[in-house]
């Protein structure tokens, strides 16, 4: 046993010895402590350096609130975690942790110097200094500032662990396993209510669960005692499922929780390959009942912020349940009456305590308690300063003036390893406001608290105000009884005792002899933010509190202000001369406390990330060695390289292939919508530019369609398959969203039309044949059918069958060449794409992909939504005016295309470019510019598509350009990072 | 994240709905003899209010039936849900 280890507790197994290593050092601990408790019982304070001036930090909460001792953990690159709270890691064998932010070491830290120019970098200090010059910004300041930022090390190798969801359901939801919470659980439980308790510490209780005070009592028995009964009945309840080690990260509106849960955390590291590391719950529950508890405040008095300097309940926590001393020469410093609890455990263990009050005087019975005990109290004091550089040895107190507002008398120096601090309580009211809840401001101590009209979810114990216990058990019981309709619980009639506290005093920022601007007297620890910092926001004319807080950073470290809100509230409210209440707070956003990615994604991660859509093709693909695209979720083949030639090489051979004699494509992923009904004519009339009355059955035609704001939104060929009957393809990444442009349509303009739409996407498969041998081909399948012009003309289709199995044939084409599409059921697809391959072979039919695709369209002119067009193109901006019929009445976006805005004639249009140099290929998304000599130079368009035409022998381009249309010939120049490209603005048709 | 009684379905989870802005926005039946000014006030003049507010959802990932709904936008509270050419409550 070390020598800080001072009490045996039941929480603390001595037998069980655990190795752990901090900053390359061996220690020891035991089975059931912390990071933190076993750092403090080798008397450790000293672990870390503060973010902005490299102070020596120490461990200062036992909680979630931890500002300072945020470690890294783990060695390995895929394992090591940054930002972890040493409060939070429970022990195990083989432990790994390191401080942050310092280098070379904790003790020794180059950084440090900060703290030496720290009059120099107040707040704001990186927005006024590296304003200027502009030129110093990329190579010297930013990389500067990349340097000194940040806290730990991420991973560099991809996440091993398992992460997971679960869904529940639930009747009550109570967050939080202290004594009210308890209570809450076992009334709901037991009157049949399925319940779920979710508590983030390893065991139940709270801290009252250590509490072994006579001046506490229930039932005649130490409240400790009296909750270790209620809680082993709790865990015999069936309708109670109790989550340990789970965390509340967010609660949102109606009642939709996530909480996290720690399942491997805890084990060593060989005993972790059992399976999932955490689990996010995500909760709907009926009721919720927060009882989250509070959180101890703490002083802001000048160098409030040394190793040593811990808050007073947490120097209790650590004495009473981890057994551990957090020094032999404490001085306690507080506000209020719970920080006497401290003196007593400390006393009653024959450790040194001297107590601090700023308060006049205090009659309570745990206050007489103390003073039985000895402890002598210095009332109406303060502490002016402190002193020790790694850990603090010695305060010096003032008495203060009647006021407060003043130090008066003589300094009094007074030796310490310890400074506990307490500055009253501070209602964890995050989960109420998260859910959307208001709150109000309570004047005589000083917290905001619930204000609760939402009938879904009550605040009970601390977190809802509530600091003692009487008053704790008494008003859960109530609140619980009326927000249950339960009528009696068996916490009716309990006798409770408690000391009462009388006396209260607050003083937000302590006075001092020094100068304020001399004082280093923090607020927020983990942002290095102090008092004067607030002081100077508001002298540099800041007044909301949200902007202060931004300035000044104060509450937007990893621990979200949780010691720091108040403070800055109470100072601001201070100097400005106003009300607290009347500032409100800032905005609790979730989570509470950090989440790890891995939570969040959980299994959706590498192939589960996005749904993988595949035609029914695909392994031909693959065993064709096709190199495949994204598009949208479907995997298309991109070219089918053979031997090692690269895409362009690919892509020259299957153009030229597909113009010479024969292309095939895998098509099957076009979107597919069939229409029936007997408005079906008139429906593709309103929703496309051009007319559909007059088209034959049997036939296909060319459709675009527009957004109400007139600009192009999709295209694709639609066929008539019978009198009400329409088959429309859309483009393969549109395909979802014009089926609910045009649901939405249907469903709320235009109700009385008789149309109905069915998605066959993934129905059917479609080959896609073109070239000039294409015909001969299709023949050899069908040979009973008659493939001439006049038979079968372009932009019609006709039904046949492959070995007994229905399939249409259209002859359309996207590549300008005489081509054929197959569609057939998609579990027929492979078996007609091998039959069209193999018909194909006296032909040297080429699979080709989407890019060969899109050069061969390029070439003849042919746009693709979304690569010549941005949402900002009209038809007539893409020179496609013959597609949009003047005749009718209306359709989709029609009244906008003579807008002002889209009749201006310096729109930017769809045009072709020309490069002087024919070999010359341009980069899609280059900028275009006519004239470099006037700066800044206007860009005038850019280019949207670019290929090397094989059939042409020479680079082509499509580009909008403003007022292209009216440029043919105009030499242009597309300026890149090493040379201006010339180029000559042609008609986007390449090819006819 | 809201629980959204789908006039068809019953109470869903919000992930199966999509938002489509303002409702009771009615498409001009005569686009064409409308000025600019007019054809924009359709176009894109949206309300964004704090407060209670008509809005257009579909249920998406179920019927995929349009419907409306009046949120307060405040608090996120859903006053009513009712099916598209229903009047919207009065209050």
Redesign the interface.
Known sequence: MTKYRVNKTKYIDQTKTVSFNFDGKSYHGFEGDTLASALLSNGVHLVGRSFKYHRPRGIMSCGSEEPNAICQIHEDTDLTEPNVRATEIELYEGLKASSQNCWPSVNFDIGGINNFISQFIPAGFYYKTFMWPKSFWKKIYEPLIRMSAGLGKSPTKPDPELYDHKHVHCDVLIIGGGISGIIASKIAAKNNLKTILIEDKNILGGSTIYQKNENYKINNNYSSEWLDQEIAELKKLDNLTIKTRTSLAAYHSYNYLLAKENISDHLPLDKRNVGIRQRLWKIRADKVIVAAGAIERPLVFNNNDRPGIMLSNSVKKYLDFYGVSCGFNNVIFTNNDSAYETAVSLKEKGISVEMIDIRKKSNSKIVKNAEQLGVKINWNSTVVNTFGLRKINSVEIMNLSEDGSNVVGDKNKINCDCLAISGGWTPMVHMHTQSGGKLDFREIDQTFIPNEIDKNHINIGSCNGDFEIEEIINNTNKKVKNFLKVSETEFDNISVLNSKELDKRNIWLLPNFISEGKCKSFIDFQNDSTANDIKLALREGFKSIEHVKRYTTTGMATDQGKLSNMHALGIIADTAGVKIGTLGTTTFRPPFTPLTFGSIVGRSVGNFFDITRKTSIHEWHIQNRAKFENVGQWKRPWYYPINDEGLHNAVQRESKAARDSAGILDASTLGKIDIQGTDASEFLNRVYTNAWSKLGIGKCRYGLMLNEDGMVYDDGVTTRLGENHYLMTTTTGGAANVLSKLEDYLQTEWPELDVYLTSVTDHYSTASICGPNSKKILKKIFPDKDFSDDAFPHMSYQNDKIDEINCRIMRISFTGELSYEINIESKYGKSLWEKCIEAGKEFKITPYGTETMHLLRAEKGFIIVGQDTDGTMTPIDLQMDWIVSKKKYDFIGKRSLYRSDTIREDRKQLVGLLTDDPNEILEEGAQIVSDMSKKPIEMIGHVTSSYFSPNLNKSIALAVVKSGKKMYGQKLIVPMENKNINVTVSDSVFSR | ???INCPYCGER??SEFSC?GEAHI??PK???E?S?DQ??EY?FMRKNIKGVQFE?W?H?HGC???FNMVRDTS??KIHAVYK??EKPPVE
């Open positions: 994240m809201f629980l989870d919000q489509g009615i498409r005569q686009p064409t409308l600019d054809w924009a176009l257009r579909n998406a995929r039936k349009w608090n996120d598209m050419g």
